[in-house]
């Protein structure tokens, strides 16, 4: 049998629960559509409450991206980066498992939110990837958060039919191959360096 909680972890678990409504809720409206009073109704507390806990709606908004983003899941596994992002972005996710990105497609227009995920971008991605790859540019790593957002948008938002259709092991070799393309193809200037195709019978 469980114990009751604590008066001290009453709070903690009515923030968590608070935490996860607004992942709902800002997965299914635009950041603009989304009020704390709304919120407040989903997890039955007063919205003053809802205040106390995160300040702001858009300080709770950066708390559901993060933890939806799970990055320290990404980047606390050794190993080969580029498997792991490619490996998680193509992992089936639960039925009740919602991602950042289906935070981020609900709130594109709008310009407070789009500052936010902007922040979090580089704050829970590019910069822990920059700071794990040795000699990676701010702009490789913005680079890799753009082709994997566009393979996310493409097969779970679009449904784009080649991604949907093609086995999961399949595409995740080959993103794993673009991925590792980035991370090794600048020189020491900072340029993308072009690497011609090798003749024909020569592979």
Excluded at 106 to 115: G, K, N, T
Excluded at 144 to 171: C, F, M, N, T, Y
Aim: aromatic fraction near 4%; proline fraction near 5%.
């Amino acid at each position: 049998m469980s114990k009751p909680a604590t008066p001290s972890q009453a709070p903690e678990r009515t923030r968590e629960r608070i935490l996860k409504a607004a992942i709902i809720r800002f997965s299914t409206h635009s950041y603009e559509a989304t009020g704390l009073r709304d919120l407040a109704a989903d997890v039955g507390v007063d919205v003053a409450y809802v205040h106390r806990c995160f300040g702001s709606k858009e300080k709770l908004f950066r708390e559901a991206l993060k933890a939806s983003m799970k990055p320290e899941r990404l980047f606390a596994e050794d190993g080969d980066i580029a498997a792991i992002l490619s490996r998680e972005m193509m992992r089936e996710r639960g039925a009740d498992e919602i991602g950042s990105l289906d935070i981020a497609i609900r709130s594109f227009s709008s310009p407070e939110a789009a500052r936010v995920l902007r922040d979090t971008l580089m704050e829970d991605f590019v910069t822990p990837l920059t700071e794990r790859q040795q000699g990676l540019s701010e702009m490789r790593a913005t680079l890799i958060a753009a082709v994997l957002g566009g393979v996310g948008i493409l097969k779970d938002v679009i449904a784009a039919g080649p991604l949907r259709e093609s086995r999961p092991e399949q595409i995740e070799a080959a993103l794993a191959q673009i991925i590792q393309e980035i991370l090794v193809s600048e020189d020491d200037d900072g340029a993308l360096q072009h690497r011609p195709h090798p003749p024909k019978g020569t592979q």
